[in-house]
Structure formats: structure tokens, C-alpha cells
């Protein structure tokens, strides 16, 4: 059966794009749950500046909670050396950083053009090269705004895969596709996809972050999966939802997500019952959010969990 790993992004992706500030017990409490359910790589939080994002201050608290799972990977975003200095003193098991392929937003966001995210990128690496390898954490720039941008339109795809490429040329070992901005779409998934991996090798890319603001992201994934990713971010109940579109999701629904690929026959090791329990737990710790997905309203078939009739090649 083929394995897929859902990273949990919720308590960063969602959490910094809602008001709310979810206290370190809550944050702890969420990645509880859905260890229990069987999620076994959660992003839990960015290393940012707290002045620009209190939802995040508490990461290495966090981190330091959600250690006690020894078969749990914690993955955090940083922005910059700083953070990626504070991921590794926190012990985090994976770190990521968004290197934003369009460079308006790159220096909107981040306030650094590509040349300069790309010493920090090379800085980040060095830093965690020095870690001794039994104890170094993966290392992932994640290739944001890789499906357009709000602010530059179409994002050449030309452009990602020299950049993946530019990025791997610097002893990185994975980059990541990140439709930041959900206008993405199968066939430009496939493109970017098999793009990065006949120009850079396919273990380079394993790891899709997809979002559901024009309502593509399970299309999208589906493709991913059926192309030969194996990793694919997304969010209980979607949370954080999209602050350019009101209504629309932020990232992809786990609980559907895990619903559709357990009913083609992949693996993902979640128990949905007890995901969906969670999210209903989660919702009270956050009651101003939106919550979305389908499965959740509808519930689970009857036949749900009986063997496929089918098994995923
Ligand atoms: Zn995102």
C-alpha cells in the first residue's frame, strides 16, 4: 500500500492567519489530539519575529511540548538565519524556509530580493550542516507564490525550476512546491513537478503545500499523489482561511484529504473518526474561526474503512 505522509500545517499556516492567539497549553493540546489520531509530522510553528507575528511567539515552547513524542517529526518555517538559528537550538526534527519566486512579494514579505535570500538560504544550510548528522534536522526551502502571485500575476514556470535548481545547487537537499496563493492547477502541478525532477532528480522534490482558495486543492493533490509525491501539507479544517477571498479556505482540509486517499486505498496512518473528533475539540479551543471541509458536514460513509476495492498503485 502506498504511504503518504499528511503533514499537519495547522498550528502555523492556519494560526498565523487567524486573529485569535491560541495559547501554548491549546497549541499543545491540538498536536496531542492529533498524534492520537495518528498524524505523525506536524508543523507547529515559525520562528518569526513575534512583533510582526504574536500567534507564533511561543514556538520553541511548543516544540519543546510536542518532543515528548519520540516518532512525532516537528517541521517549523523561519524566515531567516535568526529563526533557523532558534529552530535548531529548539531541536525541531524539520526546517523550512520560503524562498517567494516572486521577488516583489519575496521583498514585501521578507524584505530581501532572491540574491539575498539566497545567502540566507546558503547561511541556513552551512548552520545546519554544523550539526552533528545523528542529531541534524532536514533542512527544505519551500518554492512559495511557485503557481502565481497576487501581487506579479503568472509566475514564469521556467523560472521555478531554475530556481529549484539554483537552490539545490547549494547543497540543499529538498525543495518543496508551495501554491502560497491557491491559483494553482493539475496540469500546471504536473508541469512544475516533473519539470523540478527531469532537470534536479525526483528525491529533490517529494513535498507539495497546496492551498484551497479557488477550490483546486484536492484536485491538485490528487495529482501530486498520482505523480509520485508522497508528502502533502495541509490544515484541520482548513483554518485560516484566505484574507484576499472571504469564505474560501486556507489550506487543504485534512480530514477530506484523508479521506479521499484512505477511500483510494493509500496509507496515511490517520484514524479519520478520531480526526474528526479532534477537529471538533480544536473548534471549541478556537470559536471566532471558520472552519471548512466536507467530511466533517456530511460524516463518514457506512462502508468507510472496509477494504478498498481497489489498492492505489
Ligand atoms: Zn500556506
Redesign the pocket.
Known sequence: MTQITISE?GPR?GLQSVETILSTEGKLAWIEAEYGAGVREIEVGSFVSPKLLPQMADTAAVVKGALRHKDLVIAVLVPNLRGCEAALEASAHKISIPLSLSETHSIKNVRRDHAQMLEEIAACQALVDQVPEADRPDFEVGLSTAFGCTIEGAVEESFVIDMAERVLGLGVAQVGL?D?TGMGNPAQLERLVTGIWQRCGEPHLTGV?L?NTRGQGLANALRAVELGITTL?SSLGGLGGCPFAPGAS??IVTEDLVFMLESMGYNTGIDLEALLSVRQDVAKLLPEEEWFGFTAAAGLPKHFGDVPLQEAS
Open positions: 500545517v499556516d508551495s502560497t503545500h492551498h501539507d486556507g489550506n
